[in-house]
């Protein structure tokens, strides 16, 4: 019996102009004109010419890493013998773990990660505010640093827990400013202020998340084919809807979303979308992990000989 693996889907940042050339090229029927109708925009263009500043703006950013790592998806899941064990995604990409596990299609999930990036953008745009890594910290003690900032009347929040030793904060602007300055002083080795549009899992996010829950009502959820597992709790889901409302205002939890599948026997991810983030957290995360990369078609063969042989 082959060994069983789990696809992992990038969110936001990982984006790049030229990304999934091959695949943009092979699939115009998932990344051309149908996209493009949904959007309101040229999707191609975007992905081919830029500008790098218009793709990483966040209502720009989350459709085309979306729509990209599902063509992905939809190749590799072709070519692969048998279907995974399970699937995730960081952020934007749970969007992408259900439309690949057939909890919602292709199109509904473009809709929905449109309209998230639009209310994200918006609420990131009423109240100036970003994130920051954490260097050097343990869960344990960025959880004690935020709370006792927001019992002085501050507000920052534990934003991504992404793998041991990665702990990602977010707040208004000032507090990341302050931060930084006094990092030292409360232990921390290092802080590095992240290039995002604003403090995302946080509960600045709570007129993104309760736009986003009007437009989900409407969305038409199946019984996925494999269990997707949540950001929010760390074990798969069984009401995405609500799920992904909180996403928005919680911290995304990836390490104990990795540390549930290997606890259910899951020792090989395949990264699936641009770039290799999650195959990294994976390695960090999981003692032993096997760890492929499908960021193009021309990765599909060897991901595929790979968990052949398994």
């Known amino acids: ?19 999934g050339a091959e695949v943009r090229a092979a699939r115009p029927d998932l990344l051309g004109r149908r996209a493009d109708e949904i959007l309101g925009w040229s999707l191609e263009r975007l992905l081919a010419e830029g500008p790098e500043e218009e793709l990483t703006a966040t209502d720009r950013a989350q459709p085309a890493l979306y729509a990209v790592s599902y063509a992905l998806w939809e190749e590799f899941a072709a070519a692969v013998p048998h279907p995974p064990a ?41 109240r100036p505010s970003s994130m920051a890594a954490l260097v050097g910290v343990d869960l344990e003690a960025a959880t004690a640093i935020v709370e006792a900032r927001r019992a002085e009347g501050g ?12 702990i990602v904060v977010g707040g208004p602007i000032e507090e990341i400013d302050r931060l930084v300055a006094e990092g030292r002083a409360l232990g921390i080795r290092r802080v590095v202020p992240l290039k995002v549009a604003g403090a995302f899992h946080t509960p600045l996010m709570e007129p993104a998340a309760a736009r986003l829950a009007g437009v989900l009502a409407d969305v038409a959820f199946a019984e996925p084919r494999f269990p997707v597992y949540a950001n929010v709790s760390g074990r798969p889901m069984e009401e995405p809807r ?20 290997a606890d259910a026997g899951i020792r090989t991810f395949v990264h699936v979308g ?20 499908v960021s193009d078609l021309s990765d599909i063969p060897d991901a595929v000989a790979a968990l052949s042989v398994q």
């Open 86 to 126: 399970a699937a995730a995604g960081h952020s934007l990409g749970e969007y992408t773990a259900l439309a690949a596990a057939g909890a919602v299609t292709y199109e509904d999930g473009l809709r929905l990660v449109a309209e998230r990036g639009r209310a994200m953008a918006e609420a990131a745009a009423r």
């Open 155 to 166: 507000e920052l929040w534990v934003a991504n827990v992404n793998a041991p030793g990665q």
């Open 1 to 19: 019996m082959a060994e069983p693996y789990a696809v992992l889907f990038p969110g936001q940042g990982s984006q790049a102009v030229g990304m």
């Open 242 to 261: 609500a799920l992904l409302v909180d996403q928005l205002t919680s911290p995304v939890r990836f390490l104990d979303t990795l540390a549930a599948m």
């Open 274 to 293: 641009p770039g290799d983030v999650t195959a990294g957290l994976a390695r960090r995360s999981v003692e032993g992990a096997t760890t492929l990369v």
